[in-house]
């Protein structure tokens, strides 16, 4: 089980610090929200502030673009040192090329399903991409409750990639917490975000470890 805490619910006023945590954490990935106001409504960061983040962060980086026509900061993210750049499907009018061009680019690559993109549009997909980012709650902001209905989701993404003899993994983003973990690595999630449990924590690097820990008997 992968844990990538989303900065998005770090201090802004101490990144330095929050990063570091993250740095002597055992924390997998760093996961990076970019919203451009227009595919969701809410704006989070944009390069000035990944680029300076990048050059502190010594886990790989996880970017997750909630943008419309992400195509075109494909050669942006990749000079970040990105290891995983996550489009949604619902911003690409030609997924298959753009999957092309970030691994083109050096970079693995997410496709990201908003809750009401059912997993099945992925079926001609799955064995191109590197990872399926199941949305567990509507994109846009921290702290959302868990929508339920993702847990058959992540179930019906491990199918398919099973099913079609893909490597892809299933990561989760929205609502992750130490009562609506269990349930998702249940059914068969690779890949934790946590934004709010992580960084809300009083121990956060704790935190991280105890969901690192989770066990299902
Ligand atoms: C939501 C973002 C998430 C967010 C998760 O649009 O993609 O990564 O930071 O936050 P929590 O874990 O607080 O729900
Ligand atoms: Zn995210």
Not at 47 to 56: N, S
Not at 77 to 85: I, K, S
Request: net charge negative.
């Amino acid at each position: 089980m992968l844990i990538a805490p989303s900065l998005l619910a770090a201090d802004f006023l101490h990144l330095a610090e929050d990063l570091e945590m993250i740095n002597t954490s055992s924390a997998d990935w760093l996961h990076l929200d970019v919203m451009d106001g227009v595919f969701v409504p809410n704006i989070s960061f944009g390069f000035p502030v990944l680029e300076a983040v990048a050059g502190a962060c010594r886990k790989p980086l996880d970017v997750h673009l909630m943008i419309v026509h992400p195509e075109r900061y494909i050669k942006q993210v990749a000079a970040l040192g990105t290891y995983m750049m996550t489009v949604h499907y619902e911003a690409c009018t030609h997924l298959h090329r753009t999957v092309y061009e970030i691994h083109e680019a050096g970079m693995k690559c997410g496709v990201a399903l908003n809750p009401s993109t059912p997993v099945s549009l992925l079926a001609d997909i799955i064995r191109d991409i590197d990872m399926v980012l199941v949305m567990t709650v509507n994109p846009g902001f921290g702290g959302q409750p868990f929508i339920e209905h993702s847990l058959s989701k992540v179930r019906e993404a491990r199918t398919l990639i099973e099913s079609s003899g893909s490597r892809a993994l299933v990561e989760v983003d929205g609502g992750v917490t130490l009562n609506t973990a269990p349930g998702l690595i249940a059914a068969g999630v690779d890949v934790l975000v946590t934004g709010s449990t992580v960084f809300h924590a009083l121990d956060s690097s704790a935190m991280i470890c105890e969901l690192k820990n989770i066990r299902i008997s």
